[in-house]
């Protein structure tokens, strides 16, 4: 589009966003001002059903720095992202949530570090106000079962509010996976990281868009797509059952030739089907887990697809990056 690119592109997934957009408007207004470099806001609209696009099209119609790209139906948030990693054309990518909980100003932080020679600049949490103490403690309990199951160093307590720079977008836009933990993935590819800390508000309005069921998901999602654990949990667990039920073999052959009383075995009996039973459905379902994983990947789809933008070429600049000055 124009020959300008933008320095830095900040990416915001939105879906049902409508009570948020125009304080978000306004902060990024703020923002935009004080930054001082040449910017775009791209703005991802995950399928939202309420008047989140109308909303987006009413801001970016006076704004060029604004471009949305909205999608044909809801992909989710780890989509939007990837959409959003892959439409930017700056020289850095800032991913951060629309609803100001990661706030506009600690991209200026950020944006330091990246002048200093960082590639990565990820927001780490310090408190954060406003959410409930399950949801505190299931994630805090996730990150860091994730980070002891993974072989790659993952930050504990960050979201995906981050900046990467054009190696690392580079390198992100070649991972095409569908199931995708955009955070992990960031962190496998590497290159020279670094935190800023900062004390995330709750959200401005609105609910979350992550409810349980969504969370469990999410977990699931970034297990399985970094670790195979829970396949080799399965094979460990088989060779302690089988040494136990070495013992619980020689003792039921001693209960019949030796003590001689054989139906008093009725109580081991049925605890021993249960644990057995158990523990393969258990084993049956980590392995339908893998393999659904599977078969979702070979299908080969596109991750998303774009129903509609503006200020924006539908097709994706791909050496956006390549040819930008540096
Ligand atoms: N989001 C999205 N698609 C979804 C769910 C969420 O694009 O299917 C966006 C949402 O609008 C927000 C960000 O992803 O900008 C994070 O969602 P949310 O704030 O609800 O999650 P939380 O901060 O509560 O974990
Ligand atoms: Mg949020």
């Given at each position: 589009m124009s020959a300008q690119r933008p320095t830095l592109s900040l990416v915001l997934p939105i879906y049902n966003e409508e009570d948020v957009i125009p304080e978000l408007h306004l902060r990024l207004q703020e923002f935009l001002a004080r930054l001082g470099l040449a910017a775009e806001v791209l703005f991802v609209n995950d399928g939202s059903r309420d008047r989140s696009m109308e909303l987006l099209r009413g801001i970016a119609a006076q704004e060029p720095r604004y471009r949305v790209l909205s999608f044909a139906r809801n992909f989710g948030h780890q989509t939007a992202i990837t959409a959003g990693v892959d439409y930017a054309r700056g020289q850095a990518v800032v991913v951060m949530d629309?609803?100001?909980?990661?706030?506009?100003?600690?991209v200026l932080e950020m944006v330091a570090k990246w002048r200093q020679g960082f590639d990565v600049v990820y927001g780490r949490r310090r408190k954060r106000v406003g959410e409930t103490w399950f949801k505190l403690a299931t994630a805090s309990l996730f990150y860091r079962v994730f980070a002891a199951m993974i072989p790659i160093e993952v930050p504990l307590d960050t979201g995906d509010f981050r900046l990467m720079g054009r190696r690392v977008v580079v390198a992100l836009r070649?991972?095409?996976?569908?199931?995708?933990?955009v955070r992990g993935m960031v962190a496998w590819v590497g290159f020279k990281q670094t935190e800023v800390l900062y004390d995330r508000p709750g959200?401005?309005?609105?609910?979350?868009?992550?409810p349980l069921r969504k969370m469990v998901r999410f977990a699931l999602d970034g297990i399985t797509s970094f670790s195979i654990l829970p396949l080799r949990f399965a094979t460990y667990l088989g060779m302690l059952m089988s040494i136990a039920s070495v013992g619980v073999i020689a003792w039921a052959l001693l209960a019949k030739f030796?003590?001689?009383?054989?139906?008093?075995g009725w109580t081991g009996l049925i605890i021993a089907v249960a644990m057995f039973a158990s523990v393969q459905l258990l084993m049956i379902g980590i392995l339908g887990e893998y393999v659904g994983r599977i078969y979702e990947e070979v299908k080969?789809?596109?991750l998303y697809i774009v129903g509609d933008t503006v200020n924006l070429p539908r097709e994706r600049d791909d050496d956006a990056l390549d040819d930008a000055p540096a």
């Open positions: 629309a609803d100001l909980q990661d706030p506009p100003e600690i070649a991972l095409r996976e569908t199931h995708r933990f959200r401005f309005a609105g609910e979350t868009k992550y030796v003590f001689h009383h054989v139906v008093q080969r789809r596109p």
